[in-house]
């Protein structure tokens, strides 16, 4: 990177140290910070939709829309959500490229032939002549897809509860001054459910910062793969030749996920107190004896 | 090869006993449903002995962190919000290089040598570890029950002579444990959840032994086909689950048994209290 860098055998102590910090390998650890953060950015509003999705799902009155929304909302109780990290990135590949072959190849040739998932050159997700980005942005997407599927589940949760939490009597009143049952839903119930939605989403909120280093798992080169990368022993024939460093780097990584967790909950707990503010509950009720 | 041969050769696998070699090719839906359940052998073993350690861990925590002593308070503060607020993936891959750092001929105490090379295996190190984890997490919510103790009920202790150890025993941790339940098994449900990452994390899988997930891993990379082995998986999951918490409910029956029209299902609300 820098000039006086050139020759890193020839530096000692601290050049070293900031030569070493600087090359461009640890851009690319730095930069997979902002990886993080970008899944972060994304997948959070997506599982909200999800979620929102599912929950209405489960209210519905058209049987099998209600039975897909329990089923959603209740897959994450009984089944550990590492499996669908593993199992959702796959399946929704193998399934888009079902469809493509569906689509695009006129061979009748069965796809599963023993333990191959064959489709032809047309048909491959990304196409073998697409550059490398479009290839780590593919594998990016199946991953938030991945995590927009089990924190929506979660979400589903969370809001179908909230859901259940306003009052009856507000929904009864609309109805009796002659509102339809979307109109209820627009007007009444979805804003309403907000205040009782909060804890949960945030503790969610919480559980997604946590649960963002299983990117790892998906093949995506996050913090982990770039700790385990950079830290492991380098040899003489490396330019930066260093024993194994990679306890000091997850090190790192953990101190970069509490300062995360740290910082949610203390903006978390300014927006509880914000939003309690004037309300007929017992968060309200402090503040407002706090207040006087 | 039929089915009961296959039981025979890998139903004990994860543990190291039977047919050493795993099958390479002509996977059958037997083979798949006796491998993946015989490493549930040690998703249990990892969810029983972490929350049973970890249960009694977290009780002293707790304990500490509501006493007077603020060298306690503080040390108790301090485990909890380090285990609680960073991820048990990266957990477990700091505490594998940590261990792997320990001198592999052991360490002497006091003219001893002490073998150090068996807390680098999953059995060990990722035991120690999800021990620490929930018991940070079971401690806060500990913690949150031991705080909303009604005062009647110390004050009737006080009253009735009760003080010191026998009041803690009698009165304040039963109580305690009570309120602290319905959200204490939602967190034994995420520790159950939670032993699937052992073997995805630093911790290698000694001669293939893996668990549940670890299998299921396996065959879905084999056959390329997800959609046979992580169902299976997902269907011990489930069970087992509810398993656990028709035991936990019963528990709950038990803590609450001298209240009348209480102790009701605990109504499961997954994660949501981590």
């Known amino acids: 990177m820098l000039a006086r860098c050139a020759d890193p055998a020839l530096l000692e102590g601290l050049p070293w140290l900031m030569c070493y910090l600087t090359s461009g390998k640890h851009m690319m650890f730095y930069a997979s910070f902002g990886t993080v953060l970008l899944l972060l950015a994304i997948t959070a509003p997506l599982a909200l939709a999800f979620g929102f999705g599912g929950a209405l799902a489960s209210r519905s009155r058209i049987a099998p829309l209600r039975w897909f929304g329990w089923l959603y909302t209740s897959m994450v109780r009984g089944v550990p959500d590492i499996l669908f990290f593993l199992f959702v990135p796959i399946a929704v590949d193998q399934g888009l490229e079902w469809l493509r072959h569906k689509a695009l190849c006129d061979s009748d040739a069965p796809i599963r032939q023993g333990n191959d998932f064959v489709v032809c050159a047309a048909a491959k997700l990304p196409l073998s002549t697409d550059p490398q980005w479009v290839h780590e942005v593919y594998g990016f997407a199946l991953a938030v897809m991945a995590f927009a599927v089990v924190f929506g589940a979660f979400a589903a949760n969370v809001l179908a509860g909230a859901m259940r939490a306003v009052p009856r009597a507000q929904l009864e009143t609309a109805e009796a001054y002659g509102l339809t049952q979307r109109q209820v839903s627009r007007r009444i119930l979805i804003p309403q459910m907000w205040t009782y939605a909060i804890p949960g989403l945030s503790n969610l909120w919480m559980i997604l910062i946590k649960a963002t280093p299983l990117l790892f798992l998906l093949g995506v080169e996050d913090i982990v793969y770039w700790a385990r990368e950079l830290g492991g022993a380098k040899t003489s024939a490396f330019t930066y030749p260093h024993p194994d460093w990679r306890l000091y780097y997850f090190f790192a990584i953990l101190v970069f996920y509490l300062l995360m967790t740290w910082g949610s909950e203390r903006i978390i707990g300014r927006l509880t107190r914000r939003l309690s503010a004037g309300q007929a509950t017992l968060a309200g009720e402090a503040l407002r004896k706090g207040a006087a | ?274």
């Open chain 2, 1 to 274: 090869m039929t089915c009961a041969e296959t039981f025979s050769n890998y139903a004990l696998r994860s543990i190291g006993m039977g047919e050493r070699l795993l099958p390479r090719s002509d996977f059958d839906l037997c083979q798949q449903v006796v491998l993946i359940g015989s490493g549930l052998i040690w998703n249990l073993y990892f969810a029983v002995l972490a929350l049973f350690v970890g249960f009694f861990i977290a009780t002293g925590l707790a304990v500490a962190r509501a006493g007077r002593n603020t060298l306690l308070r503080k040390l108790a503060d301090g485990f909890i919000f380090v285990f609680r607020g960073s991820p048990l993936f990266i957990q477990f891959f700091l505490a594998y290089e940590a261990l792997v750092m320990l001198p592999r001929a052991g360490i002497e105490i006091f003219g001893f040598t002490v073998a150090t090379s068996w807390l680098t295996k999953a059995w060990a190190g990722a035991l120690i570890v999800l021990i620490l984890n929930t018991s940070a997490y079971s401690a806060q919510i500990f913690h949150g029950a031991l705080m909303s103790v009604p005062k009647g009920d110390i004050e009737a202790a006080d009253a009735y002579g009760l003080a010191g150890w026998s009041r803690f025993r009698r009165i304040t941790w039963p109580t305690m444990l009570r309120l602290a339940w319905p959200a204490y098994t939602n967190e034994a449900i995420f520790l159950f959840h939670a032993t699937t990452l052992v073997y995805f994390s630093g911790f290698p899988a000694f001669q293939q032994r893996g668990d549940a997930l670890y299998y299921a891993n396996y065959f879905a990379d084999r056959t390329f086909n997800p959609f046979v082995a992580y169902p299976v998986a997902a269907g011990y999951f489930i069970v087992a689950t509810l398993l656990l918490i028709w035991l936990f409910g019963s528990v709950n029956k038990r803590l609450n048994r001298h209240l009348p029209g209480q102790g009701g299902r605990v109504r499961y609300r997954p994660q949501l209290v981590r």
